[in-house]
């Protein structure tokens, strides 16, 4: 060694037997670990030390959790890493703790941020149009649509922060009666009015998908803006929309939809001025809108990580848990997900479910998504990455303890399946499959108005319908995508800041980004596409 | 009525004992029709009217065959819809017909087109680059770096056509050692080498996903050029590459795989500069090729039809079997789909396939169709929409019937399974889903350079990644989608072509296409994206 290295590691819970290095490139061997042994190999950062000698069969914890069995006599000062560990089954849903939640955390008063109210009560963070689309037959002329309005309509609405199309690849060549179906219809149903859509629900459809308009939206279900209707238009705010009468919807005379196989289109250019001319209507009533003064109450924040390390678990999911704690506290709805990532805590979850009938819910959705797997040929470790393992993430027993750290420490409060609108406040499981973007969209359909996603090797994860907070989990990473993270959590390993100094960062950030602060992505008009949640077939 | 009014139907085979309406906005009741009954009701263009007295009970034949029975008495002079009509069970894979191939079609010679040739032997139709990507994760970035090719490159390689992002919503998040993985995984790594790519492979990875690059693309698998081997550049064609040797990957150094995780990228533009530098030394072997004179036995032909209506079957898909048997006598390649469109007419399939083999890979790949939808509880029958029905397709055997007419009328060669590559002339079976997109992309990654798209409803369906020909079943249409249809074949209904005139006018328009005419999807810039078909869990 050149220059004299100060090993550094993290010991999560005095119980464990392991320690995961801190150090940017690892630790060589020989290296004494400061009141504990000398490592008898070199160990990459973010991997595991056994603290004392582990025969094989030893049960290896780490979160005071039992994350594996050696499968080799591993001496103390030994790598722990996935070669070396027998992975648990999976937690049976059988005999799971009762709830016994913790008491409600005390409130948190006097933050506010600025944002949009709509008329259904929900507040967005961003003033966008958005244009729903029945099926992926008309993404193409949506596209070169979206162009137009970009580029001729919104130099016009200074107010309004951008049109977004909610393109997706369902609605046709689906089974679209089987029961699955289900969830990628009322995702596509709630992402319409998601609170960063002002209420305004614009629908572009072909004619003759399976998802016809009005079984996207049946009567009363979503309210639609007739275009005929001009009330809100150059007023200070928008205006409550009542539901359409039964039978009607409103792909009929003065809807908001625009259906391009209509007998009144002729020529390519005609469906495009009718987008147009559809979207000024609604521009005209989101440009008036201004942000006001709105307590953190109002925020529905999702939670997620991906591309994760060792360091998730350490620094930036605890961090997230802080601010989950805070923002709860504040009266805010904060929702965690990826059911593969909390599937091993199972019991940890029923425990703090505030009511039986949530830890029955709870069960009831991991319980649907292992039979999904099943179905498959797949389980819950599935989801674990080479990038993960290289990461220092054995399995997926290790990844969900570092996961479900985001949902903080207070109790359950709710249960959305997949699809669903959050109608609670507190904190929410959201059951979604931890896939990124999918998981995204869904809590997006859940109505998601600020989203924050933590990564330790690195995603440069966007999402055009709402702003996304990313929390880098190590320096270095920090460092090198200094402009695609917006927030560096690995300063908690590098002993620079407390996780309860971190975690009042991203508070805040939270609250300035749903004012109107741009995060890396939008800055750089980084996004990724939505992707639905399908479980049943194509045809 | 106020003008007098010409009733015109088409009858398919002397057996039939219906006939369907041709005639704009239907006919009347109390219509007379030559040679056959009066109209008891109105009946809608593109509806079936009954020749004679159906009790209930009685078959009903079109294309010769038994496409349900009357659910109700319907006397001769009535409208035949899916109401009065219960479908038949699918037929069962027992005691299917053995091949009794017809005997191949005399050879077609004399046609040419003007293709660029590529390395490995194929031709193609466009001369594209084209960024594989491993894993959704990447797009946001991807979209940037394109806009930046498109806008400040392409115009200094001007024989290049476009370039275009291979994204899709695969590569993590998903059970990839699941069994039914291998489609998605091999539809990207074949859509990588598609003919109209010019053997040129970029790859955009991540880095922590769990399809990496070595695992899309194993050693001796796809010939990748290594940024730093100029072998071609300003040479008149492209070069031979050798595929890698065992062990090495294209993430080594000098691979064309740029990783967006790899130390070296800091900050956002280190990327985005590391895909242009990328990006140029394939555009400028891609620039330094000429089209010249191939043989039509290069084309590798898709066909596929979507937005059905009782036209396709007797107007546009006849047409497009017409063109398929030109095409096939001339040496081409021609692949037909959508295995719900042909699961009804199976012992046709088995009865024309070349050999005894082709017979068995036909059943294995609608009976594993058919068990793929019984898993989530659906069948065949999912496969038709609102739209067939409003034009006047019964159910789904009625579609079966008329989509398979695109096939023409010569043996059945060979099979390929999903995201499989055709590596034969001839006719070929491509099993895929219906589903517009997804059965177009998996036609790209069996290697089609020249795609035909037949609707009755209307689509704007287009595809970046190869022209797509589309072809209106109806005068209609046609007439109000004058720039989004290539072919009027609703001209057979009305009397002004035959089928085989419409067929030849096809092959050639095919011809003129592949050597370098813009259909109209591609002079509106109209496409869609790739939409893979993945019957594995997500995770
Ligand atoms: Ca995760
Ligand atoms: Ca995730
Ligand atoms: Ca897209
Ligand atoms: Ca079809
Ligand atoms: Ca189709």
């Known amino acids: 060694m050149n220059a004299p ?22 630790l060589p061997a020989g290296t004494a670990l400061p009141g504990g042994p000398t490592l008898v190999q070199a160990v990459p950062q973010g991997h595991k030390v056994a603290l004392t000698d582990l025969p094989a069969g030893t049960e290896v914890r780490r979160y005071d959790v039992v994350i594996g069995h050696t499968a080799v006599d591993i001496p103390a000062g030994g ?61 193409g002329v949506l596209e070169f649509a979206v162009e137009r309005i970009r580029k001729d309509l919104l130099p016009h609405y200074p107010n309004v922060d951008g049109v977004v199309g909610l393109t997706h690849s369902y609605g046709c060549g689906v089974a679209i009666d089987a029961p699955d179906a289900i969830i990628p219809i009322r995702t596509v149903r709630n992402l319409a009015s998601n609170p960063n859509f002002g209420g305004e629900v614009m629908v572009l459809s072909l004619g003759c998908e399976k998802l016809q308009p009005e079984r ?17 238009t150059g007023s200070a705010g928008p205006q409550g929309v009542p539901p359409l009468s039964g039978g009607e919807t409103q792909s009929g005379a003065g809807g908001s ?24 209507t609604h521009l005209e009533r989101l440009n008036a809108r201004q942000r006001t003064t709105c ?34 506290r504040a009266g805010a709805t904060v929702m965690f997900s990826e059911n593969t990532e909390v599937r091993d805590a199972v019991d940890q979850l029923t425990r703090r479910a505030a009511t039986p009938e949530v830890a029955d819910a709870i069960v009831r959705e991991l319980a649907w998504y292992d039979a999904y797997l099943a179905r ?38 709710g249960v959305i399946a997949p699809g669903e609108k959050v109608t ?35 995603t440069p994860y966007g999402l055009a319908e709402c702003p996304v907070i990313k929390v880098a989990t190590r320096n270095d990473l920090a ?52 992707v639905l949640f399908n479980p049943a077939p194509v045809t």
């Open 5 to 26: 290295l100060t090993p550094r590691t993290i010991r999560i819970h005095p119980s464990d037997n392991v320690v995961v290095v801190v150090n940017d490139g690892g």
């Open 79 to 139: 790598w722990v890493n996935e070669q070396r560990l027998v992975m648990p089954g999976a937690r049976s849903f059988d005999n799971l703790p009762a709830p016994q939640p913790p008491a409600d955390l005390p409130p948190l008063d006097g933050f506010t941020f600025l944002g949009f109210r709509n008329a259904d009560g929900s507040v967005g963070t961003r003033n966008l149009l958005a244009v729903t689309t029945t099926v992926q037959c008309v993404a």
């Open 216 to 232: 996207l939206f049946p009567a009363n279900a979503i309210p639609i803006q007739a275009s005929s209707d001009t009330r809100g």
């Open 257 to 280: 939809t625009v259906v391009l196989q209509e007998e009144k289109h002729v020529g390519f250019m005609s469906m495009i001025d009718s987008i147009l001319t559809q979207a000024k």
């Open 295 to 328: 307590p953190v109450s109002e925020l529905v924040v999702g939670v997620q990580c991906g591309g994760s390390d060792a360091f998730s678990g350490v620094t930036a999911n605890p961090a997230v848990g802080f601010a989950t704690d805070l923002l709860v």
């Open 376 to 413: 498959g040929q797949a389980d819950r470790s599935a989801n674990t990455t080479p990038g993960n393992k290289k990461g220092g993430l054995s399995n997926i027993v290790e990844k969900a303890m570092g996961s479900i750290v985001k949902s903080g420490n207070g109790p359950i409060h």
């Open 424 to 458: 609670q406040k507190g904190l929410i499981f959201a059951a979604t499959p931890a896939s990124d973007f999918i998981c995204g969209t869904l809590q997006l359909a859940a109505g998601m108005n600020l989203h924050v996603f933590t990564t330790g090797r690195g």
């Open 479 to 530: 460092r090198r995508w200094h402009d695609l993270m917006d927030i560096n959590a690995g300063r908690i390993a590098s002993g620079e800041a407390t996780i309860e100094e971190l975690g009042w960062e991203l508070f805040h950030r939270l609250l300035a980004v749903a004012s109107g602060e741009k995060t890396w992505a939008e800055r750089w008009g980084l996004h990724n596409d939505l």
